[in-house]
């Protein structure tokens, strides 16, 4: 078992480095075949996408647009959770088949009310993929089209998603251990 420190906690490695290019590889083949003939915009959801953005992109060797934007962390509580603003989208997506390329769906609050801000602009299709799931943790009715691994409940870090900040860079992912 693979441990590593992030901050002040213990993590063990869960998906390596070799997993996580196999199925880039096989999502990015199906998008590709897809989308060759119909010139998508990859939206990609900062900050935690950044890593999984650049792997992914670069095996979607079509004719394609990519643009970034942001969830506001700001979080006004509501009964169904946190709600984020959407920010940084300079593109107008009217009539484009759209992607919204995520790091990790966990309640899917965040992409529930993405996908319906990104809707109300009138794009010709709209898409999800994203590199993480928490399946047991999904609280909205949401159609994932394409998803690389369903993972545990339990926090992780690594590969682009961070802990207070920290981890970011780590090449593969790992899960929080269990403190005492
Ligand atoms: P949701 O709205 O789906 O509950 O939350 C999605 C967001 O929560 C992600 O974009 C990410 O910022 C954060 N998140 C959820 N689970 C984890 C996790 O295990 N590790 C990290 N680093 N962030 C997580
Ligand atoms: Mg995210």
């Known amino acids: 078992m693979s441990l590593i420190r992030v901050k002040d906690r213990d993590f ?3 998906i390596t480095a070799e997993q996580i290019a196999e199925r ?8 590709v075949e897809k989308f060759k003939d119909k010139d998508p915009l990859f939206l990609v959801v900062l900050n935690g996408s950044f890593v999984f953005a650049a792997d992914l992109l670069r095996q979607v060797n079509i004719s394609c647009g ?11 509580m509501s009964s ?9 989208l300079n593109e107008d997506i009217a ?37 993480l799931v928490k399946p047991d943790s999904l609280r909205v009715d949401l159609h994932i089209d394409y998803s690389c ?9 690594g590969y682009g998603l961070d802990y207070d900040g920290y981890g ?10 269990a403190e005492g």
């Open 12 to 14: 063990k490695r869960s």
């Open 24 to 31: 880039i590889q096989a999502i990015a083949a199906q998008i």
């Open 66 to 76: 990519v643009s970034f934007l942001k969830m506001s962390s700001y979080e006004g």
């Open 80 to 88: 169904t959770g946190a709600i984020k603003q959407l920010i940084g």
């Open 95 to 131: 009539g484009r088949n759209v992607v919204i390329v995520e790091d990790i769906i966990d309640t899917g609050y965040t992409m529930q009310h993405l996908y319906q801000t990104l809707q109300d602009k009138n794009p010709a299709s709209l898409s999800i993929v994203t590199l």
């Open 149 to 157: 691994f369903h993972i545990p409940n339990d926090f992780i870090v």
């Open 168 to 177: 970011r860079n780590l090449p593969e992912i790992y899960t929080v251990v």
